[in-house]
């Protein structure tokens, strides 16, 4: 009997180590999903990717990231810096994940790394509507002396610049936004301004006097960047990612802010 016992409170005390476990087990998990900020660099003069409303950072994605961050219970925070300094930031491990329309090229491959693409990004011109300019060939064209606004370091300042070789020191000016490009346009201190096609869309209708030409210079895939070493944050977002894309989410996203033509 006594043995019998002795037995039924060993058997009662590995239960109740095993619940110890258990009850530890879920206080982990809750202290894992105890919500962890997710920092995301962005330059948030890209309508309609981001751009403020009021005080707020909204735009495509912005609720992306917001719906990637509900999905992995992290609580998002945005920070809008010079587009400039996103890969940087992201780099030294000041932001989590820069996401800003970014195109994805090799040069910044060497870099940083990628997410999947979740948006198609096509690089456009923008000019007055009485210009002379009908195409890109225009502006690269022998002994043309038009001059090109872009936003510093974007793909649109990359291509031209490359395009225009040694022309590009005096013919491209680079500024920090989009918004101070298309504003030294309408100010006819540029010829044309290239630039992403939604936010060029966006300029356009708030601009009077301009237009898009008809032409895709370069089409490019958008993705979300982040530190070469941090591939646990980037297979998780690729993760909430796959399934966002897949459930249409992030179509539905996309729908709310460009209308399709
Ligand atoms: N898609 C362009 C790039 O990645 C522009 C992005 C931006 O200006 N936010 O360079």
Same mark, same amino acid.
């Given at each position: ?5 002795? @037995? ?8 109740? /180590? @095993?619940? *110890? ?10 202290? %894992? ?26 735009? !495509? ?8 961050? %509900?999905?992995?219970?992290? &609580?998002?925070? !945005?920070? %809008? ?16 994940? =820069? ?17 999947? #693409? ?5 690089? #456009? ?5 009485? #210009?002379?300019?009908?195409? /890109?060939?225009?502006?690269? *064209?022998? =002994? ?5 606004? $872009?936003?510093?370091?974007?793909? =649109? ?6 395009? @225009? ?6 013919? $491209? ?19 044309? /301004? ?6 060029? +869309? #966006? ?15 370069? $089409? &490019? ?12 944050? +980037? ?8 399934? @966002? ?12 802010? !460009?209308?399709?033509?």
């Amino acid at each position: 009997m006594k043995k019998i016992i002795a @037995l039924m409170l060993a058997l009662l005390m590995v239960g109740a /180590v @095993l619940a *110890a476990c258990g009850g530890t087990q879920t206080t982990d998990a809750t202290a %894992d999903s105890a919500k962890t900020t997710l920092t995301m660099a962005t330059n948030a003069y890209f309508p309609p990717y981001e751009y403020y409303e009021g005080e707020k950072i909204v735009g !495509i994605d912005a609720e992306v990231a917001q719906a990637i961050a %509900d999905k992995l219970g992290m &609580e998002l925070k !945005i920070v %809008d810096i010079e587009f400039d300094s996103i890969i940087t930031g992201v780099q030294t491990g000041k932001y989590d994940m =820069g996401m800003a329309g970014m195109t994805v090229t090799d040069e910044r491959k060497e870099s940083v790394d990628f997410s999947d #693409s979740y948006a198609t990004g096509i690089q #456009s011109v923008i000019v007055p509507e009485n #210009s002379p300019i009908a195409s /890109v060939d225009d502006i690269l *064209a022998e =002994g043309a002396t038009y001059k090109v606004g $872009v936003q510093l370091s974007t793909t =649109g300042d990359i291509y031209i610049s490359d395009d @225009l070789g040694d022309a590009a020191a005096e013919r $491209v000016t680079q500024f920090q936004t989009g918004n101070d490009a298309v504003a030294a346009l309408v100010a006819g201190k540029v010829d044309a /301004v290239v630039i992403d096609n939604e936010p060029a +869309k #966006s300029y356009v209708a708030a601009n009077e006097g301009l237009k898009i030409l008809d032409t895709e210079y370069v $089409v &490019e895939d958008y993705a979300i960047c982040f530190a070469k070493d941090n591939t646990e944050l +980037k297979d998780k977002v690729n993760g909430a990612l796959k399934v @966002l894309i897949e459930d249409g989410t992030v179509k539905g996203i996309v729908d709310k802010y !460009i209308t399709a033509e």
